[in-house]
């Protein structure tokens, strides 16, 4: 059995945003039979050069055979435990409203290593339900059952101006990391790992493609 290690210090992080699409196409692959696949291949589907491939992959355990190429088999299992997706971690997640609630829908995340073990909120009318059968809490509760079920990672979906008191409380209760989905920058310690993601700022990005494009057509 693959171990995972969950941290693979030094590793790029371009190539680190880039494993998940290798490991998308290798887990294609197994599903049509494909044994073997070869950095060309991986490199045709990315559009990135084949060297880029294999120095990537130079990071796991995966050994690429001359002529044939990687194993596909080989491929899917070292790459899903390499980035840490076939070992559960626990996440607590504040902010159960549309975007929370969505998230707490995401049966998917289970598949990629993440398991949300409750959810925290102000509004009396989200605290004391259930979404997709994961409770969710008065934010008032959240000291005392961090401490009870030792979550590493906090997800922040609240408005932007709670992000930072939230943060507080996730950084004083000893997360390891997190996640925030809000427009708000936030201060933690340094040895807290903070990834910010956002629909809109990809959103950002195609509009200013599309209208660049546009412009310069005219
Ligand atoms: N990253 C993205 O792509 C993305 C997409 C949508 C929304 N957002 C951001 O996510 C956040 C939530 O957006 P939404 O549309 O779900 O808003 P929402 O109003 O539907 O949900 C926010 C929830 O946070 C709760 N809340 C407020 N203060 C709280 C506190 N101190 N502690 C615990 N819960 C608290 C509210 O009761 C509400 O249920 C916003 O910051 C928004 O900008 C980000």
Known sequence: MVQSSKKNQGVPEPTIRRMPSYLAFSEGLLKKGQEFVSSTQIANYMNIDPTQVTKDLSYTSIVGKTRVGYEVRAMVDILSSFLGFTV???????????????????????????????AFDVNPGIVGKKINDIEVFHIDQFRDLAQEMKAIIGIITVPAEYAQSVADLMAAWGVKAIWNFTPARIKVPDDIVVQNTSLYANLAIIFNKIHTDKEEAL
């Open 88 to 118: 559960m971690d626990q996440a607590f997640l504040v902010g159960a409203g549309s975007l929370g609630s969505a998230l707490l829908h995401d049966d998917g995340l289970e598949n990629f290593g993440l398991d949300i073990v409750a």
